[in-house]
């Protein structure tokens, strides 16, 4: 639902009634992730996609039903061998889809509305609602804040609100969307209650240290991935916008002071380009004590033997090197600045995936995966 949260939040300011489809848990090689939703108002507007087009027309009959009967509802669709013609996913995933209306007489809509301005906002927010369970907590929601308070309650036990919200803090603080299983009292006790918990937070930075020419092709690879793009340089006359008209922000300043004063996250990734010494030292330094996503520096490799020996001497340990990406990038054989972006982008989407970087022709390994649930889970679907 959040995904959607621009169009939503419109609808609700102007009254209209709509049913939400959103993908609950994926199985297999499934197009669209859990949160990947799609709405249908009354009029029969639709927006957005749970399938990329395979049920997308079923998922849409299910709305009509939701929003004339005012019932949540979740329904499976897999692929089927014996029935070509059987409403499925041709990829042979299976994805599981919770229905749910939102009508003028529901009173979640002021609690729906609170998650998806924060949303729209491009604030962090998480929604937690209900998929199985008892049914009169079936479709109920609960958005937490990142600071762990949340509004409204699923109308049952406290205790059912105070632990859905700290396990949907877990998945917020891992930018996430899964489902976790709870008992209907709170931790494991009671019924059990399945619950999906939407994440929705800004964008990841990527702070590009160094403006040569192979940054500005990042800097488009960046953006085009969704990423917050910063560059920063210390020479005015590189750090202009003229030469970097897709980054978010330019800072000119020395890069370790730039990155000793910035926010950075467990999203974060810091691809430094200068190589040079008395750039890349200092800045390496810091960079391999912060709690980010990646650290890659650029240079052949005579200069990350020389580099890593210059770090060595700065008191850099080798388990903090151990993280460190260099020569940056992944081996495509590439030449121009923007292969090279390429490489580094494949190699950034490998590390956040779990993926290998080898061809996909002929291994046995999952294509779609996610190693790194949030640490508070109890079972997580993605």
Known sequence: ????????????????DFAVATVVSVGGSAPRGPGAALAVDRAGTVIGSVS??????AVYDLCQEALADGRARTERFGYSDEDAF?????????????????RASDPARPVLASALAAAAGGRA???????????????????????????????????????????A????????TGTVEIGEEGSRCGAPVTVLVESS??????????????????????????????????????????????????????????LARTEVDARTVLCVLT????????????????????????GSRRTHLDRNARLREAGVTELELARLRSPIGLDLGARTP?????????????????????????AHTPIHRDPRPPARTMGPVA
């Not at 972006?341 to 061809?359: C, K, N, P, W, Y």
């Open 1 to 16: 639902m959040l995904d959607l949260a621009d169009d939503l939040r419109r609808w609700l300011e102007e009254g209209r």
């Open 275 to 298: 190589h040079d010494a008395k750039f890349d030292v200092p800045l390496l330094k810091l960079a391999l004590r912060l709690p980010v996503a990646y650290v890659g520096a650029m």
């Open 201 to 258: 937070v800004p964008p990841p930075r990527m702070i590009v240290f160094g403006a040569i020419d192979f940054a500005a092709a990042l800097v488009r690879v960046g953006s085009f991935l969704g990423h917050h793009v910063t560059v920063c340089d210390a020479r005015p006359v590189f750090a202009t916008r003229a030469r970097f008209p897709e980054a978010d922000e330019i800072v000119v300043e020395w890069p370790h002071e730039y």
């Open 169 to 176: 803090g877990a998945f917020l603080d891992a930018g996430r």
């Open 125 to 167: 927010a998480a929604l937690a609602r209900v998929v199985e369970g008892p049914g009169h907590l079936r479709g109920r929601a609960l958005p937490v804040r990142p600071d762990g308070s949340y509004e409204g309650g699923f109308g049952a036990r406290p205790e059912l609100d105070r632990t859905v919200a700290a396990e």
């Open 52 to 57: 990329g087009g395979c049920v997308e027309g």
């Open 338 to 362: 923007e292969e090279t972006a390429l490489s580094i982008a494949a190699e950034i989407v490998a590390d956040r995936r779990g993926g290998t970087g080898a061809a996909l022709t002929g």
């Open 86 to 102: 059987a409403v499925g996913l041709t990829c042979g995933g299976i994805i599981d889809v919770m229905v749910t209306p939102v």
